[in-house]
């Protein structure tokens, strides 16, 4: 066991940096700016232009004094709170420039980064949830936030009520009254709202701002509305303007962009990131320091492999919509749903670049699609710069029960699609093929 303070009920705050400047004569600089040096002062890395990747499990004090005096802050017997950096699985440098990055690009106060997606959302769903608690998600969720919901949590109690992605102001109404009666039942709270929008693989929409009117309407205490915008973040979707409390991520996806290094983070106001940084200093969890290095890295260019991806998913989807192979497409740039079409464009600055296309057929056919491709790779996985594509039904689904992957809309003819950011005409000639053969 390290002698480093255990600090679960007194999250070590945060070294600031040299004060960051995000205005220029009053004009509020752009997250793409920002990303080239925001959190990071050169002078203290002997003037390195790039931050240094910071091996180290702990940080020396200058002197005996100095180190009583951050302990003291710590465990509040002086005000003020830490002054540096004391053990690495609390937080490190580069892992506080990439948070710093990180929050800026959802207009949060906070942000925390974690070694996986899952563990981002694991340790989230842990600090708010208590015995005989209740969770309220959408459907359909990634299988394993799913599952971790439905399988581990409720070893400890705590129960959970979903509702389909796209339920009405009214439907939501109806399930926090049957959430609030569960838990009553079971001497527990709503402890958290969690959705997923758009859902995994079907891209459905939730409306964000009409789960805010229902939880401000029917739960009287502080109820987190947590969102996992892995699918639309951090461009195409920002959470927090519409209402939502603390927005999640596999920064595997979009934000690494190069499917090379699997992490995750949370972003939201400081009263909702403390429980959960007080319970990563306990448990770990957060994410090393090469890999918030090459997170760095990869957020430089975020902005750019995510508009030219949207882009050649648009022009690709146009090609696929009236190819007669095709049934249809789960693409946010084409809906023809009345109300998911309206959750889009109050929610949503973009359609991304992952979609679903079904195929007529079933398995065979797809399959058949998936064995001709020639740039594309089959396998699971979104946001990279390469184009990914994968049969959810006998893959990431599998697991899910038949008649639960069809209600959700997961059937055998669907093909889920990632675009990267190649030539938009060549995966065209490589679809065109590929579906030559289906
Ligand atoms: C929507 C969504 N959320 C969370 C995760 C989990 O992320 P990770 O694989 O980084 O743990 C994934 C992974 O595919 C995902 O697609």
């Known amino acids: 066991m390290t002698d480093a303070i255990d600090a679960t009920d007194t999250p070590t705050p945060r070294r600031n940096p040299k004060p960051a400047k995000t205005t220029i004569g009053g004009r509020e600089l752009k997250p793409s700016t920002l990303m080239m040096g925001h959190g990071f002062d050169p002078v203290l890395s002997e003037g390195s232009l790039k931050p240094p990747i910071f091996l180290t499990s702990t940080f020396a004090f200058p002197s005996a004094a100095d ?7 710590i465990t509040g017997k002086r005000e003020g709170g830490a002054e540096g950096l004391v053990y690495s699985r609390f937080n490190a440098p580069n892992q506080e420039i990439l948070e710093d990055r990180l929050a800026i690009w959802d207009g949060a106060e906070d942000a925390l980064s974690f070694s996986s997606g899952m563990t981002a959302i694991c340790i989230l769903m842990l600090a708010y949830v208590s015995q005989g608690d209740v969770i309220v998600h959408s459907g359909p969720l990634y299988a394993a ?45 709503v402890a958290m709202i969690y959705l997923e929008s758009p859902g995994n693989p079907t891209n459905a929409l939730v409306d964000i701002e009409a789960v805010k009117d229902a939880r401000d309407a029917n739960l009287k205490w502080d109820c987190p509305i947590a969102i996992d915008n892995t699918f639309l973040g951090p461009l195409w979707q920002r959470p927090l303007d519409h209402g939502a409390d603390i927005v999640a991520y596999s920064l595997t996806k979009y934000v690494g962009g190069h499917s090379d290094l699997v992490a995750g983070s949370i972003a939201g106001a400081k009263k909702w990131m403390d429980p959960v940084r007080a319970l990563r200093n306990t448990m770990g969890g957060i994410v090393d320091p090469n890999t918030a290095w090459m997170l760095l890295r990869s957020l430089e260019t975020v902005e750019l492999r995510m508009q030219r991806a949207g882009k050649n998913a648009a022009k690709v989807c146009a090609f696929l919509k009236d190819h007669p192979k095709v049934d249809g497409l789960g693409y946010l740039g084409i809906i023809h749903d009345e109300r998911q079409q309206d959750i889009y464009d109050r929610h ?21 699609f998936l064995d001709n491709l020639t740039i594309a790779k089959l396998a699971v996985s979104l946001g990279g710069t390469e184009t990914l594509a994968s049969h959810p039904a006998s893959m990431t689904h599998l697991s899910v029960p038949h ?31 590929a579906l030559q053969h289906v």
């Open 348 to 368: 949503c600055l973009g359609a991304g670049s992952t979609f679903s296309v079904f195929l007529k057929g079933g398995e065979a056919e797809c399959f058949r």
């Open 145 to 189: 936030s799913e599952g971790f919901v439905a399988k581990v949590l409720s070893k400890f109690g705590v129960t959970y009520i979903d509702f389909p992605a796209g339920a009405t102001r009214e439907e939501l109404d109806d399930v926090l009254q049957r959430a609030k009666k569960q838990a009553g039942e079971n001497g527990g709270k």
């Open 403 to 433: 008649a639960r992957r069809q209600q959700l809309g997961i059937s055998d003819s669907l093909v889920r699609i990632s675009i990267g950011i190649e030539d938009a005409d060549d995966l065209i000639a490589d679809f065109e093929q």
């Open 67 to 73: 180190g009583k005096r951050h302990f003291e802050g």
